[in-house]
């Protein structure tokens, strides 16, 4: 990736998986707000699911390259 190109992406950190962070995570992936999307939280066992569920339905909402 060019320096150019890594300029031009759209990432997007959530911190806490709490049903805030979960919230915001779902709206960002379901109106393709994000070319990344990052987790974060100190139950990473908690966050790790939600990724997973994330996965699960990136494909049915939007384009989201990296979660």
Known sequence: MTTSNRSSRRKV???????V???IAY???ERG???ALARHD???AK???EVLDLW???YLLSSISDI
């Open 13 to 19: 950190s959530v911190v806490g998986a709490g049903s």
């Open 21 to 23: 962070g979960t919230a």
């Open 27 to 29: 709206a960002c992936l």
């Open 33 to 35: 707000s994000a070319d």
């Open 42 to 44: 100190t139950h990473s």
């Open 47 to 49: 966050v790790r699911a």
């Open 56 to 58: 699960d339905c990136e």
